[in-house]
């Protein structure tokens, strides 16, 4: 489902499988619609991708879009990482075409707009209690 969306939909070629799949402190997400897959985030720990915890790989399948399913499990995304790692700040690294959506989850930009794999990305943060 990764690779359908971030390779095949965003013809972005990257090696999507990393070893944080497997560390041990990573927790996947998965969001259903009857029986099928159509959501995924995964929650990394501090130290693994930036200082703070963090969320990556946030995704929704493009026949299940406009649901409200990426809000929802971004909601879920950050209360399993304040349930993980309480008092922290979490970090994402977002494309910048869905800087408002993670706005409007209280997530601030704290960098330039950079490029990863050929995509316009911002590091943003959720500040910690």
């Known amino acids: 489902m990764r690779a359908e969306v ?3 939909e965003q013809t972005c070629p990257y090696l999507d499988l990393d070893d ?5 402190e990573v927790v996947h997400l998965l969001g259903y619609q009857d029986e099928h897959c159509v959501a995924y985030a995964r929650c990394l720990p501090p130290g693994l ?4 915890p963090s969320i990556g790989r946030v995704l929704v399948t493009e026949l299940a879009r406009g649901k409200g399913y990426a809000y929802t499990l971004m909601q879920e995304a950050i209360a399993q990482c304040q349930q993980q790692w309480p008092g922290q700040g979490i970090t994402i690294g ?3 075409y869905l800087q ?4 409007k989850l209280n997530f601030l930009p704290i960098s330039d707009v950079y490029l990863e794999d050929d995509i316009e990305h911002i590091d943003m943060v959720l500040p910690g209690e």
């Open 6 to 8: 971030f390779v095949v």
């Open 20 to 24: 944080k799949d497997t560390h041990p």
């Open 49 to 52: 991708s930036y200082a703070s």
């Open 94 to 96: 977002a494309q910048v």
């Open 100 to 103: 408002d959506f993670y706005q």
